[in-house]
């Protein structure tokens, strides 16, 4: 009987050990800020822009979103800019040491009165954030400008801005960002991902088209399916022509007390005129209230010059995690945890 109560007992510690494990999997898996802490994540830069709003200078401090690089062969560390509006993995404004200059294709791939486009003839390796990479070279280029422009972002405490990860780098990966603590990770086949990210319902669908990525949404009672996710913006709210602003907004467009914004995009002057709807952003399940509307007046038919019918910025998300899935064309948006 002794060597029975002890077999009982050994047998109870094994099924503590694994009630203990089932239950802290079911706390990380349904507690969603476990959940999130237990993840690898890195911290991201908000770049500083200066923009004229009213007619006055006037500096954000979330313009866009820095994402920290390394490079193999190189201890520094840099910043890529996120925006995938690019259809290049990397879009080189300087190349790091460690690339070898010789291995830069002399032949420019596209070229203009303002810049050309060089492409590399080797691959790329490094991380972002923690995570590994390597970018073969049809999917790494370098821009050179003929004229560089001023102005521009900028990070605080001289970072190096080197470049920026364009939607070809995404194509195979699964980015997700926590826009409330500052911070991203590329979940990976090892990611065992809490429940919380992975509920079906907190997904909406993504198209990706003509570079960029598309979800269904409405603003009031009105319905579209080609507003695009703008992630180089945070700066604009909701961008759409001028005719549906003045439908949204039941203004002409030339009231004083309409917001006026200038903004500087690849050495050239932006102006939106902008005003707050009473009427919610709605991207899947999700709610953005009062968001600002703006119009481009030199570009008052969106159609015609961005095929779309238009575009919203990383502002809509300040108060959220998003999962930018490209390879399964979803976009998850979820509650700050």
């Known amino acids: 009987m002794k060597y029975k109560h002890q077999a009982y007992f050994r047998l109870g510690l094994r099924n503590g050990s694994s009630l203990v494990l089932i239950l802290l999997l079911h706390l990380i898996c349904f507690n969603p800020v476990l959940g999130q802490k237990s993840m690898n994540w890195t911290s991201f830069k908000w770049g500083n822009d200066t923009v004229v709003l009213n007619g ?12 920290p690089v390394f490079f193999e062969g190189d201890a520094r560390q840099y910043y890529l800019q996120l925006d995938l509006n690019s259809s290049a993995g990397i879009l080189f404004y300087n ?12 032949t420019p791939l596209s ?6 486009l060089y492409r590399l003839n080797c691959a790329v390796k490094g991380k972002l954030g923690i995570s590994k990479f390597m970018e073969d070279s049809g999917s790494c280029v370098l821009l050179r400008y003929k004229n560089r422009p001023n102005g521009g972002y900028y990070l605080p405490s001289g970072r190096s801005i080197i470049g920026m990860a364009g939607l070809g ?6 980015l997700m960002i926590d826009f409330p603590r500052q911070q991203f990770t590329l979940a990976g086949k090892e990611t065992i991902l809490p429940l919380t990210y992975r509920d079906s319902s907190l ?3 993504l198209q990706v088209a003509n570079n960029r990525l598309s979800v269904p949404v409405s603003i009031g009672d009105s319905s579209f399916k080609g507003f695009f ?18 439908k949204l907004t039941g ?3 030339d009231e004083k007390d309409n917001m006026r914004l200038g903004i500087e995009t690849w050495g050239s002057r932006t102006e939106a005129i902008g005003r707050r709807v009473h009427k919610p952003l709605k991207i899947g399940i999700w709610r953005f209230a009062e968001p600002y509307l703006f119009f481009i007046p030199a570009s008052p038919d969106l159609k015609t010059v961005y095929g779309c019918d238009g575009f919203f910025g990383n502002s809509v998300f300040f108060g959220k995690t998003i999962i ?14």
Do not use: C
């Open 203 to 205: 997904y909406v669908p």
């Open 111 to 116: 070229s203009n009165e303002v810049l050309s």
């Open 169 to 174: 780098f995404f194509r195979r990966r699964e």
């Open 324 to 337: 930018i899935d490209v390879p399964r064309r979803r976009l998850g948006i979820m509650n700050e945890m």
């Open 56 to 67: 006055k200078k006037a500096l954000t401090r979330r313009s866009a979103i820095f994402l």
């Open 95 to 106: 190349l790091p040491m460690s690339v070898d200059t010789a291995k830069l294709n002399h």
């Open 229 to 246: 996710y703008e992630t180089g913006n945070s700066i604009y709210d909701v961008v759409v022509s001028k005719e549906l602003w003045q």
């Open 251 to 253: 203004k002409k467009g």
